[in-house]
C-alpha cells in the first residue's frame, strides 16, 4: 500500500494587529486556500476569536513580529508580511526585507500614513490637490507665531491642527482660532511629543473615499467613489457609490488615488480620504484629506456589495496574485456602522434583526462593549438608495439596542 502524497503547504500570510480588520480577513484567506497568521495583543481580540494561528504579541515587539515570521516551534514560515493598522518600527520592517521577506506594503509608503507631515510633503511633490498647510516649530514662541501667521489668511479665522503621528478616527485633530488654543499640544511637542501641523479648515460638502489595490508587479484597480459620513470624527455611514458624484468628479478622484498609489509604491489595499469642495472656479473638486495603508471602514461595503471584497483583494494583492473585480453587485450598498450599544450582547439583537430586515448583512467584530466603540457594521445592497439606507440604519439601531420610537428620531 503506498503512503499518500504530503499535502502541500499552503502560502502564509502574516498580519500584524488583532482588530476588526484582520478579523475580516479570515473568510476570504480561508476560501482562497491562504494560512492567516496574525499577531494578536491579547487572546481576546477581535481577530484571534476566528483566527486559529493567532500569536500574542506586541506590534513593538522586535521578538514577536520576527517569529510571527518564523516561528521558533517549526511551522512554515511567512510568505509576506502585512498589516491592519500602521504602527509598527520601520526599521525593523526594512530590516525584515533586507533578510528577505516581503513586506507589503513597505515601510517606504506605511510612514506616509504614520506621519501626517511626511505625507503632506510627498503629495505636494506629487502634485495632489490637499488643503494648504505648514508644519509648525518646536520652540513654543515660534509655533504661536506661525500658527498665527496661518489663521491671519484664513477666510473664517479658524483652522485644523494636527499631530503628526498617532491620531485617528478624531483623535489628534483641534480646529483653533486663535494662536495660544493648541498651547498644550506645542508644549508637548517641546517636550519630545508628536511633532504638528496646521491645516486650512476646508469648506467643504462632502466627505469621499476612493479605495485602491494595487500588487507589486503594478496592476491597479479602484473600487467605485464613495460618500462617507462622520459623526463625532468616526464614520457612522458609507453609500456606494457616492450619490449624485459626476462622471468627472469620480474619474478626477480616481486619478488622484492612483497617482497616489503609483507615487508612493503601495501594495495592498488603502484608502484616500478626500473632501469634496469648491476649487477656485466654483466648480466642485477633490483634496486629499488623510491615508490608510490598510483595508479600510469606508470599504466595508465590498463585503456585500462588490465582486471582490476589500479583504480577499488585500489578499490577492500581498501575495502579487492577479486582482479581482471591483465592480458593484447592486445599484446600491450602504453601511451603517454599530457604534456603540445598550445591549448586554449585540447578538440578542440578530432575532429582530433577521425578521425585520432579512436582506441586511450583519458583521459583528466580537469586541466589549463602551459608548460609541466600532462594534459591528450593517451592509444592505438594492436599488432604491432611500429605501436602501432607512433599512441599513434601521438594522444598525437594532443592534445598539434602540427602540422603533429612537429609530423614527
Known sequence: M?????H?????????????????????????GVHLRVLVEDPTTSAAQVVVDAPVGAASDDAAIRD??????????????????????????ADLIDHGTPVRPG?????????????????????????????????????????????????????????????????????????????????????????????????????LAVLVARRPSGEVRTW?????????????????????????????????????????????????EMFQAAGPDGAPHVLVNELAMRPHNSGHWTIDGAVTSQFEQHLRAVLDLPLGSTEPVAGWTVMANVLGSSLERLTDALPAVG???????????????RPGRKLGHV?????????????????AALLRGETSEEQEN
Not at 68 to 92: K, M, Q, S, Y
Not at 231 to 256: K, T
Request: net charge negative; charged share 25%.
Open 2 to 6: 503506498t503512503s499518500a502524497a504530503p
Open 8 to 32: 502541500p503547504a499552503p502560502p502564509v500570510v502574516a498580519v500584524v494587529g488583532g482588530g476588526q480588520l484582520a478579523r475580516m480577513m479570515a473568510p476570504p484567506a480561508a476560501e482562497l
Open 68 to 93: 510571527l515570521i518564523a516561528p521558533a516551534d517549526g511551522r512554515p514560515g511567512a510568505d509576506v508580511l502585512t498589516f491592519e493598522h500602521e504602527h509598527v518600527p520601520n526599521a525593523l520592517l
Open 107 to 207: 515601510p517606504e509608503a506605511l510612514v506616509h500614513a504614520q506621519d501626517k507631515i511626511v505625507m503632506r510633503r510627498r503629495l505636494t511633490d506629487l502634485g495632489v490637490p490637499c488643503p494648504r498647510w505648514a508644519a509648525l516649530p518646536s520652540e513654543p514662541a515660534a509655533a504661536r507665531t506661525a500658527l498665527a501667521a496661518f489663521l491671519a489668511d484664513t477666510a473664517d479665522g479658524e483652522a485644523v491642527v494636527k499631530t503628526a503621528r498617532g491620531g485617528y478616527d478624531g483623535k489628534g485633530v483641534r480646529v483653533v482660532g486663535a494662536a495660544d488654543a493648541a498651547d498644550d499640544w506645542i508644549a508637548a511637542h517641546r517636550d519630545g511629543g508628536p511633532e504638528l501641523l496646521v491645516e486650512d479648515k476646508v469648506p467643504f460638502t462632502r466627505e
Open 224 to 272: 467605485p467613489v464613495v460618500e462617507s459620513i462622520q459623526r463625532d470624527g468616526v464614520c457612522a455611514e458609507v453609500v456606494a457609490p457616492a450619490p449624485d458624484l459626476s462622471a468627472d468628479l469620480a474619474r478626477e478622484a480616481r486619478d488622484v488615488a492612483v497617482r497616489i498609489a503609483e507615487g508612493l509604491d503601495v501594495t495592498g489595499v488603502f484608502a484616500v
Open 355 to 369: 425578521e425585520r430586515f432579512p436582506d441586511a448583512h450583519v458583521n459583528l467584530y466580537g469586541k466589549g462593549i
Open 379 to 395: 451592509n444592505v445592497c438594492g436599488d432604491d438608495l432611500d429605501e436602501v439606507r432607512r433599512r441599513a440604519r434601521a438594522a
